[in-house]
Nanobody, 126 residues
Framework: QVQLVESGGGLVQAGGSLRLSCAASARTSANYAMAWFRQAPGKEREIVAAISWGGGNTYYGDSVKGRFTIYRANAKNTVSLQMNSLKPEDTAVYYC???????????????????WGQGTQVTVSS
């Protein structure tokens, strides 16, 4: 069982920055691919970014490329998402997720992820 706890959400003006962090309970989380998803009211959950277990392979959704950066610190069992140049359309609940398959590379579909955090709200005002 892996518990994921997100932090760092909040209210920011358009053009501003936020950094989200996800702390994993298990030391073995260093072996897992991790991802950030988001879900806005009335919309489906979508992937924001994902990262391989070693951090050398990343994936970004088209809407955040060039603005967001995902990175991890396995020694601290954390995965972070640096969000710059935020837009009102980035407003959503952001979720951290872990994929415990031995593949270890970032995958896009939410169904691949076995553990989820409780979510943290990000609100971008115009």
């Amino acid at each position: 069982q892996v518990q994921l706890v997100e932090s760092g959400g909040g209210l920011v003006q358009a053009g501003g920055s936020l950094r989200l962090s996800c702390a994993a309970s298990a030391r073995t989380s260093a072996n897992y691919a991790m991802a950030w998803f988001r879900q806005a009211p009335g919309k489906e959950r979508e992937i924001v970014a994902a990262i391989s277990w070693g951090g050398g392979n990343t994936y970004y959704g088209d809407s955040v490329k060039g603005r967001f950066t995902i990175y991890r610190a396995n020694a601290k069992n954390t995965v972070s998402l640096q969000m710059n140049s935020l837009k009102p359309e980035d407003t959503a609940v952001y979720y951290c997720a872990a994929d415990v398959s031995p593949i270890g590379v970032p995958r896009v579909g939410a169904a691949y992820y076995d553990y989820w955090g409780q979510g943290t709200q990000v609100t971008v005002s115009s």
